[in-house]
């Protein structure tokens, strides 16, 4: 491939090689988020520095009122920051226009709520289909993901059923196959057990690890449910709008 002639005798300089994934998959940068205008002004983050590594599954943990929606709005691109730099994938979006952040959003997260969001009036299946809908994907292929999707997290033979008719647990399943249709790869949870009982929590968490390891997803988990502390691969800190403790990054 090179014209070069390596002889046995030059010693090899070494090359500096990116590893796979070394770009990270979110770089947070001195971001600040105020709330308010004109009047009083509440600066919800007060510069805040991340990096979650490609297919890491990361626990941000803080009491309430800390700042871990926001931030994790900001990351998702439904907010913007202040002031910093948000970088997905090494290419720079904090900066871009507020109209190019819908497409950002559409080709690169996958999002779960607290509440589960689903729409009453449409079956599970729909719900998981119209992600991949809205990003113009043919209503058949989108249905068709839609169902393996929740075969992949144990709702086989739920797919006709509309969200009252699931259980708090099978509904946060249903929004975790949303989350992962179209494999996007990023997928950002805000408190996804907050409404479930232990045992649910628990169960829908190892589901969420599982699934997005196995197809190379980068999650990042919002929470203050210590039940599941354990299945992060990190945990890092919030406290008053600011990262104040984490542990080593996996690199
Ligand atoms: N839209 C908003 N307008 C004004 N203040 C807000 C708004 N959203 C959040 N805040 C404030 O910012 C702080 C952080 O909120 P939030 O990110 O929701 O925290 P958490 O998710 O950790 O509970 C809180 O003090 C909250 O009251
Ligand atoms: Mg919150």
């Known amino acids: 491939m090179s014209s070069t002639s390596s002889t046995s005798s030059t010693p090899t300089k070494p090359r500096v090689v990116p590893a796979v994934g070394a770009i990270p998959a979110i770089d947070v940068r001195a971001i600040t988020k105020d709330y308010g205008d004109g009047g009083v002004v509440y600066r919800a983050l007060k510069g805040v520095d991340l990096v979650v590594h490609q297919g890491e599954f990361l626990m941000l943990v803080g009491p309430s009122g800390s700042g871990k929606t926001t931030l994790l709005s900001i990351i998702g691109c439904v907010l913007r920051p202040t002031s910093g730099e948000l970088r997905l994938f090494g290419e720079t979006v904090s900066g871009l226009p507020e109209s190019q952040l819908p497409e950002i959003r559409l080709g690169n997260i996958g999002f779960i709520f607290q509440g589960h969001n689903l729409i009453a009036s449409m079956s599970a299946r729909e719900n998981v289909a119209l992600v991949n809908r809205m990003r113009g994907a043919p209503t058949k292929d989108a249905l068709e993901e839609a169902q393996f999707l929740l075969d992949k997290v144990g709702l086989h033979g739920k797919g006709d059923k509309k969200p009252t008719m699931l259980s708090g647990g099978e509904r946060q399943r249903v ?40 197809l190379g997803t980068t999650v990042l988990v919002v929470t203050h449910d210590n039940r599941i502390f354990h299945l992060a691969d990190r945990i890092v800190n919030i406290e008053d709008g600011l990262i104040t403790d984490g542990t080593p990054e996996h690199a």
């Not at 990023?186 to 589901?207: C, F, R």
């Open 175 to 214: 929004a975790i196959a949303r989350a992962l249709a179209g494999h996007p790869p990023i997928v950002l949870a805000d408190e996804p057990t907050a409404s479930l009982d232990a045992t649910s929590g628990l169960v829908v968490t190892k589901l969420l690890k599982e699934l997005s390891h196995e």
